[in-house]
């Protein structure tokens, strides 16, 4: 069942989501080589608790840390190891933060040092598929279109693989609601979109072949062929002729751009 929010409950949404977006940033600023994944796991359990909210992943399904933290091969559902990030590395960070009732969860790929240009390239991309998915997050329109415009700027511009075992998900009381948002599809296929409903779109695109596997930890899920993968994730409400985009990258993006150890998308030709 599709739960449509009134503007009331879509302001409590946007705290939530502006937190997860405010607890990204503080890691944008902290992230270079030598960190652990798992000590940026413990700031992030740190953080949420001092806006006192809770980590939605925390328990979620028995999920034992409060964020997933997916490095290089890893798609998404890492979880924060003893290992130190290094140079080159390419970190997908997903948080999700409960708090007045609402969940946000959202999620953001970083560049530690110097990462290969095929790798920015991937970023790069992953992230304006994101947008061109949004873009089609308005009343009237069908899940499938936001899929289509997805697969389309990814597989098809530039032969990415773009994962079908995991999907993007209405979001609410409860972190996964209806509907489904895959990141391919159909144009005009799937449920119709209306105002009020908040989406959690999350392309996770790979540069090799589209097929995963999952650990067997039961979480982490790789790329098949180990080449890299890249995950953004934003929160949205569907709007009449505009989506409402109510996570911010534009805080996680100064922090980056301020943090000489992260290379930046932006900087690289397209
Ligand atoms: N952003 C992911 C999702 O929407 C994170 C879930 S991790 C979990 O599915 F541990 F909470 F399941
Ligand atoms: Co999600």
Redesign the pocket.
């Known amino acids: 069942m599709m739960h449509f929010k009134n503007p009331e409950e879509i302001e409590l949404m946007r705290i939530s989501a502006r937190l997860v977006s405010q607890t990204l940033t503080e890691i944008a600023k902290i992230l270079k080589p030598g960190i652990t994944t798992l000590y940026i796991d413990q700031l992030i359990g740190d953080m949420i608790k001092s806006y006192d909210a809770t980590p939605?992943?925390?328990g979620?399904?028995g999920?034992p840390?409060n964020s997933?933290i997916s490095v290089n091969d890893v798609v998404?559902?890492g979880f924060p190891t003893k290992t130190e990030l290094k140079d080159g590395d390419v970190v997908s960070v997903?948080i999700?933060v409960y708090k007045n009732g609402y969940h946000g969860?959202?999620?953001y790929t970083f560049a530690i040092g110097d990462v290969k240009e095929e790798h920015m390239q991937l970023i790069r991309v992953t992230k304006e598929s994101l947008y061109k998915g949004i873009e089609k997050a308005i009343a009237g329109n069908r899940v499938g279109d936001i899929g289509w415009a997805i697969q389309e700027h990814t597989e098809k511009q530039y032969g990415y693989g773009v994962v079908r075992e995991?999907v993007?998900?209405g979001?609410g009381r409860k972190?996964?609601e209806d509907p489904q948002v895959p990141n391919y599809g159909r144009r005009g296929s799937g449920a119709k979109l209306r105002e009020g409903l908040v989406l959690?779109i999350?392309p996770m695109i790979n540069l090799g072949v589209k097929e995963v596997y999952t650990e067997e930890d039961g979480?982490t899920v790789r790329t098949l062929d180990h080449k890299c993968s890249v995950?953004f994730?934003h929160d949205v409400a569907v709007g009449k002729g505009k989506a409402d985009i109510l996570s911010d990258y534009s805080i996680i993006e100064a922090a980056e751009d301020a943090n000489p150890n992260l290379k930046k998308e932006r900087e690289t030709v397209a």
Do not use: K
């Open positions: 939605s992943f925390l979620y399904s999920y840390f997933c998404v559902h997903d999700g969860d959202h999620a995991l993007g998900h979001l972190m996964h959690a999350e979480w995950h994730e």
